[in-house]
Structure formats: structure tokens, C-alpha cells
T-cell receptor, first 115, second 113 residues
Framework: KAGVTQTPRYLIKTRGQQVTLSCSPISGHRSVSWYQQTPGQGLQFLFEYFSETQRNKGNFPGRFSGRQFSNSRSEMNVSTLELGDSALYLC??????????????FGPGTRLTVT | AQSVTQLGSHVSVSEGALVLLRCNYSSSVPPYLFWYVQYPNQGLQLLLKYTSAATLVKGINGFEAEFKKSETSFHLTKPSAHMSDAAEYFCAVTVPYGQNFVFGPGTRLSVLP
């Protein structure tokens, strides 16, 4: 099976711009979670989508949003970029049902640099 | 709510020495626990998981971890370190029917020749 893919891998944006990151989960996985990783804050949970619905949300401002499509692919959008948004954004997919525990499989991440 | 602490942000061991990375968790219900490894410029890779079956869990690359409820711990060990083990290691916790993984701050493992 192909793993989780994220595009683009690297991105440079300017303050005030907006950006969209894409994640394609493992085939058959219906849950997609997004994380922000920075040296100072570590891995922080952004949100999780399951069957096109946001099921969980972390403590991030409304500038961070996401969506999931019917094929389980997900996009994450950040509007009005700030310097502090520079980070590695990781996407993780899992089977994501409600009846058990499903480990998360991570993509390679998108490195976003805001200048 | 769950939380995870990892004692030691940086651990150094000699090649061939025992690796011990510490993880303590807090959870109001029986947890599920995971160890992930991250190599530079890569995503996280699952090493092993505890999901309430055997308390001693074996994972990939010779790693294992033991769930100790009385100590609320899930420490990761490997008998003999290899240079290729140098990476960052994350402990994570979730709960039954929960979908939110909470990650610890990570421990960077250095392996000295």
C-alpha cells in the first residue's frame, strides 16, 4: 500500500498570505489528522476529519481550517500567515472507526516557512 | 484529558549500550500508548503500541516497551544501541473511542561511536 502523501513538501510564503496544504491518506483510511510541529511547542494537534466531518479540534485560531473530501483526501488552509506559523505540518491517517483503536500513519510533512 | 511527559529531552548512549527512553502518562481511563520515531526531515513512524493486551510490547528494530499501570509509565528500551537509532522519539497516548492523540515533547537520542 502506498503511504500517506503530502504536497507540497516545502513552501515559502510571505506574512499575510494564505496557504493550502494537501494530504492523501492511505487507501481505505477514513480519518485524517493534522499536526503542527515546531521546536518550541513540539507536536500540536490541529484537527481531525472523519468521513468529511471535523470530529476533533485542537486549540488553534480560526485562521487554521481544513476540510476532507469524499475520497478522504484532506486539505488544510492557513489564512493571514504570521511568522509564528513557520513549522512542519504533519498529516496522519488512520482507519478511524469508532469501535477501537487505530494507530496513526504519518506523512513526510510540509515544511512551511513564513518570511 | 490525557497528558504525556518524557523525561530527558536529549539522551546520549554509546553504540552497543542499553537504550532507555522514559515516558509517563496521565489518563482518567485506561489508556492506549504508542511510541513513534522521527528521523530528520521525515514524518513519524510507529515503533510499537500498547492496547491493553500484553504489558510487554515488542516493536520494530529491536525496541520494546513495558506498560506499568502502578507507575503510569511506558518506557522504551533496546538492549543494544545502533548508530541508525539516532532520531527523535515520541510517546503518545489516546483512550478507547477517543480519536485525539496526545504526544509527549519528544526525546532526541544520540548514539556515540
Amino acid at each position: 500500500k502506498a503511504g500517506v502523501t503530502q504536497t507540497p513538501r516545502y513552501l515559502i510564503k510571505t506574512r499575510g498570505q494564505q496557504v493550502t496544504l494537501s494530504c492523501s491518506p492511505i487507501s481505505g483510511h477514513r480519518s485524517v489528522s493534522w499536526y503542527q510541529q515546531t521546536p518550541g511547542q513540539g507536536l500540536q494537534f490541529l484537527f481531525e476529519y472523519f468521513s468529511e466531518t471535523q470530529r476533533n479540534k485542537g486549540n488553534f485560531p480560526g485562521r487554521f481550517s481544513g476540510r476532507q473530501f469524499s475520497n478522504s483526501r484532506s486539505e488544510m488552509n492557513v489564512s493571514t500567515l504570521e511568522l509564528g506559523d513557520s513549522a512542519l505540518y504533519l498529516c496522519a491517517s488512520s482507519l478511524g472507526g469508532t469501535g477501537g483503536i487505530y494507530e496513526q500513519y504519518f506523512g513526510p510533512g510540509t515544511r512551511l516557512t513564513v518570511t | 484529558a490525557q497528558s504525556v511527559t518524557q523525561l530527558g529531552s536529549h539522551v546520549s548512549v554509546s553504540e552497543g549500550a542499553l537504550v532507555l527512553l522514559r515516558c509517563n502518562y496521565s489518563s482518567s481511563v485506561p489508556p492506549y500508548l504508542f511510541w513513534y520515531v522521527q528521523y530528520p526531515n521525515q514524518g513519524l513512524q510507529l515503533l510499537l503500541k500498547y492496547t491493553s493486551a500484553a504489558t510487554l510490547v515488542k516493536g520494530i528494530n529491536g525496541f520494546e516497551a513495558e506498560f506499568k499501570k502502578s507507575e503510569t509509565s511506558f518506557h522504551l528500551t533496546k538492549p543494544s544501541a545502533h548508530m541508525s537509532d539516532a532520531a527523535e522519539y515520541f510517546c503518545a497516548v489516546t483512550v478507547p473511542y477517543g480519536q485525539n492523540f496526545v504526544f509527549g515533547p519528544g526525546t532526541r537520542l544520540s548514539v556515540l561511536p
